[in-house]
């Protein structure tokens, strides 16, 4: 019944488009007159704005898969199973950098921990997206400008940004 194309669409924004709704239903309850009626809804448009943009900052980490290999983030810990690349795991609390690179025309984190030793996880493996959540707990981590980084690495052919150093 619906067409593919805009299913799609709708998939691939769900949470976004989810949390929009939140927020405009929150408005029709401050519209819907008196005092409590406002209360409500402003906590519920307070909710859904923060919700949207966080959804927001993590759309472009959602990509279709089209690198082998699966990404886990268990026990604080990031895991990359590759098939033809290395894997490795490295804990949150052992990172101390991490870049954005572009290595053989495909876009890879470049994960370093304090031992000297470095992950590359490309940002179209299978469960990518959770490296947002795992990112967004490191202090000093600005999820903004990451974002802007990934949507532009796509764009330029040889490129590499640190995006976050460990505080010392």
Do not use: C, N
């Amino acid at each position: 019944m619906i067409r593919p194309e805009l299913r799609a669409f709708m998939r691939d924004r769900a949470e976004l488009l989810i949390f929009g709704a939140l927020t405009l239903a929150g408005l029709w309850l401050v519209f819907l007159g008196g005092w409590f009626f406002a209360l409500i809804g402003g906590t519920v448009v307070l909710v859904g704005a923060s919700l949207t943009i966080g959804a927001m900052r993590h759309a472009p980490f959602r990509r279709p898969v089209a690198a082998p290999g699966v990404v886990e983030l268990i026990e604080g810990a990031v895991r990359f199973y590759g098939a033809t690349e290395t894997g490795g795991e490295i804990a949150l609390r052992d990172l101390t950098e991490i870049r954005l690179l572009r290595l053989q025309g495909r876009a890879h984190w470049r994960l370093r921990s304090r031992d000297g030793q470095a992950l590359l996880v490309p940002v179209d493996a299978a469960g990518a997206a959770v490296l947002a959540d795992a990112f967004e707990s490191l202090p000093g981590m600005d999820m903004g400008a990451m974002s802007r980084a990934l949507a532009q690495v796509a764009r330029q052919p040889q490129s590499m940004q640190t995006l976050w150093r460990k505080p010392d």
